[in-house]
């Protein structure tokens, strides 16, 4: 099936400070493997646009997410389900008024969050649900910066290697999905 939706998404962590959540958004495809009336594997294909807003600081952050949820149908059309999602991160942006800067060598490739979420499914295949994904480990990574310094008309370039920032997603969403 195909699935698309709403990310309210955010960055949390010890290094982060101040930092307001963004509205973006993910779509993908899903495949819904049934064991018994009651209990399904799923696993989700999904890109998907992370992030957070500060007064004049946007970060985008752009992943592949693929989740593995367990779903277990408790009533006639509600499903309950969990499970871990890697993320690869694809691109990452810092957009502020002086323009855009990539900073995608300041995090890590891959994320390990997990999902959890309720699902209400139609008859018709269609289905409404929401879900909340937060990282397990921190998402920063070790990187070096550059500067240049002139002394008498001699200019040197200066390394700098910054510890990685204590950054994690978290993100709920609100989804539509369709199974054929």
Do not use: C, W
Request: proline residues 3%; aromatic residues 12%; charged residues 20%.
């Amino acid at each position: 099936g195909l699935k698309g939706g709403l990310n309210y998404a955010y960055i949390h962590g010890e290094d982060v400070k101040d930092v307001n959540p963004t509205f973006q958004y993910h779509a993908g495809a899903i495949i819904n493997i049934g064991f018994t009336e009651f209990f399904s594997i799923q696993p989700e294909f999904l890109y998907s646009v992370k992030g957070y807003s500060e007064d004049n600081v946007d970060l985008n952050l752009n992943y592949v997410d693929i989740p593995i949820l367990f779903k277990i149908k408790f009533a006639d059309h509600l499903s309950l389900h969990a499970g871990p999602q890697l993320g690869y991160l694809l691109s990452a942006t810092q957009k502020t008024d002086l323009g855009e800067e990539d900073v995608k060598e300041q995090l890590k490739d891959f994320d390990l969050e997990i999902a959890s979420g309720l699902e209400f499914e139609m008859n018709s295949g269609l289905s409404i649900g929401a879900r909340y994904t937060f990282s397990v480990a921190s998402i920063g990574d070790d990187y070096e910066e550059e500067s240049q310094i002139t002394v008498n008309g001699l200019t040197s370039t200066i390394k700098t290697n910054i510890e990685a920032p204590d950054y994690k997603n978290g993100v709920i969403q609100v989804f539509l999905a369709f199974q054929f």
